[in-house]
């Protein structure tokens, strides 16, 4: 990934995606955009949790791992990236075709941190 960075995180992750083969769910960061967060997902499970007043945002396998944090959660479908920065956020489909939030919506989840234990 290294080697594909220009400048620009999201550029890096899409055609690093392009090359991998099997299934993934990747959150990339890097130290020279500290405040941008990039999520892609092939074959695995991958979600966006939208924290009060859209100020923050989350990346997690599945609603429960941002129980007590969010209920607010955006499934990613199939070769989904989301590029997340302060605030804000973009999504794109594996065709890289920015989607609008009416495609993949914002949906409350009723879930709480105590609704799932683990075994002994």
């Not at 990934?1 to 995180?9: F, P």
């Not at 550029?11 to 890097?30: D, N, P, R």
């Not at 605030?87 to 794109?92: A, E, I, S, T």
């Amino acid at each position: 990934m290294d080697s594909l960075y220009d400048g620009d995180l999201f550029e890096a992750v899409k055609a690093a995606i392009s090359q991998l083969q099997g299934a993934y769910a990747i959150a990339v960061f890097c130290k020279d955009e500290p405040h941008r967060l990039i999520g892609a997902r092939a074959g695995s499970p991958l979600i966006l949790g939208v924290g009060q007043g859209g100020t923050e945002h989350f990346l997690a396998s599945d609603a429960m791992a941002l129980a007590g944090v969010t209920d607010q959660i955006v499934y990613l479908e199939e070769g989904d990236v989301v590029d997340l920065q302060l605030g804000k956020y973009w999504l794109v489909d594996k065709a890289h075709k920015p989607l609008t939030p009416a495609q993949r919506p914002v949906k409350t989840v009723l879930a709480h941190s105590g609704a799932a234990e683990l075994g002994p």
